[in-house]
T-cell receptor
Framework: GAVVSQHPSRVICKSGTSVKIECRSL??????MFWYRQFPKQSLMLMAT?????????EQGVEKDKFLINHASLTLSTLTVTSAHPEDSSFYIC????????????FGPGTRLTVL | AQSVTQLDSQVPVFEEAPVELRCNYS??????LFWYVQYPNQGLQLLLK??????LVKGINGFEAEFNKSQTSFHLRKPSVHISDTAEYFC???????????FGDGTTLTVKP
């Protein structure tokens, strides 16, 4: 199997606070994890790519100081939205690629972030 | 650079009718191609993928897709749809030397009784 979980599934926070989202590969080791955000009725926008033990690679236009990514182990990556504002409200989805199958990403169920 | 164009933003069909969701891509290098399905408020589920070999790829839930290199297309088909196939479908391309996927804008498939 290739199961990816995310926690929490939904989070509501006040403007100015920070929120951490976890992404775990439950039954495999992920050589690479990806973080996306998705606005309503739109496609996925890649935010960053992270490899275990190294710094994440951010896409152009994504603020690395605002969206902190930590890939501490082969099964866990976290995305922290710092000093969140209402415009950060979105659906955040992670994906993970297996060793020896790096061409295929397995997606988590997503996290709905609402910033008040 | 790579890009994906899903030619139809919405596709309404009646139950048990056949359906085709169209996808065209562009890339300067060899690509891997994917179709995903997304149900409301959920992540993406892999339907099928083309990496190499046979150009006709069969996936889950009775879906199949055909890779056409000359037309740079990877259209998704199902001979008979069910109400439960109502969802958003995304085509994606990954180049073999980058590892990152580019997604199309999605096609909303609505199956009516």
């Amino acid at each position: 199997g290739a199961v990816v979980s995310q926690h929490p599934s939904r989070v509501i926070c006040k403007s100015g606070t920070s929120v951490k989202i976890e992404c775990r590969s439950l039954d495999f080791q992920a050589t690479t994890m990806f973080w996306y955000r998705q606005f309503p009725k739109q496609s996925l926008m890649l935010m960053a790519t992270s490899n275990e033990g190294s710094k994440a690679t951010y896409e152009q236009g994504v603020e690395k100081d605002k969206f902190l990514i930590n890939h501490a182990s082969l099964t866990l990556s976290t995305l922290t939205v710092t000093s969140a504002h209402p415009e950060d409200s979105s659906f955040y989805i992670c994906s993970a690629a297996k060793r020896a199958e790096e061409d295929t990403q397995y997606f988590g169920p997503g996290t709905r972030l609402t910033v008040l | 650079a790579q890009s994906v164009t899903q030619l139809d933003s919405q596709v309404p069909v009646f139950e048990e009718a056949p359906v085709e969701l169209r996808c065209n891509y562009s890339s300067s290098v060899s690509v891997y191609l994917f179709w995903y399905v997304q149900y409301p408020n959920q992540g993406l589920q892999l339907l099928l993928k083309y990496l190499s070999g046979s150009t006709l790829v069969k996936g889950i839930n009775g879906f199949e897709a055909e890779f056409n290199k000359s037309q740079t297309s990877f259209h998704l088909r199902k001979p008979s749809v069910h109400i439960s196939d109502t969802a958003e479908y995304f085509c994606a391309v990954t180049s073999d030397n980058a590892g990152k996927s580019t997604f199309g804008d999605g096609t909303t498939l609505t199956v009516k009784p």
